[in-house]
């Protein structure tokens, strides 16, 4: 006997929605382990930048020490060239007041110039020639003035004129 007047269809293990929640769940489950296998590679790849730009920052610190270094060396080196340089300057202008001072009846030979002494030597007429026209001013300059002549053959005389300043400390230096 039939009850039914339709043949019978096999019925499915699965409806069609459980089916659609079946395959929207595993493409859920699927997309989570990508994004976690994605954001675990990023991770490492974040942690190796890291690592990385810890490495650049020492050796750029190390730089701007070696820089620094550096700069200080050429600030030391241009300071200590600007002290010589005005030094030399000081130099000229003494060495050109010097000559000035110098009359032209005297003939320096040599000149000695040193921190604190000046030693001249050279040929005068006489020895008050020297006196009145080159050791007065040389006496108003240096503490001490000392000049030893000696008669050449010809009747003038070589002097050797050793002028001095004391230093702070009280000594000739």
Known sequence: MRLSFIAPRPKPFLSLFSKMWVIFITLMSLF??????????EM???KSGVVDLTKEREMLEQKIDE?????????????LSEEIFSNNTLLKESMK??????PDQITLKKVQMERNSLILYGISPTQDTFNFLLAAP????????NTTF??????WYNFVSI??????????E
């Not at 040389?138 to 003035?145: G, P, V």
Request: net charge negative; charged share 20%.
């Open 138 to 145: 040389l006496k108003s300059i240096f503490h001490t003035s």
């Open 97 to 102: 007041n010097l000559f000035d001072l110098v």
């Open 67 to 79: 820089d620094d270094a550096t700069i200080g060396l050429i600030l030391r080196q241009k300071a």
């Open 150 to 155: 000696y008669l050449t053959k010809e009747g």
């Open 32 to 41: 989570m382990i990508i994004f976690n296998f994605y954001i675990v590679i």
């Open 163 to 172: 002028n001095k300043i004391i230093g702070e400390d009280g000594l000739g």
């Open 44 to 46: 490492s790849s974040f």
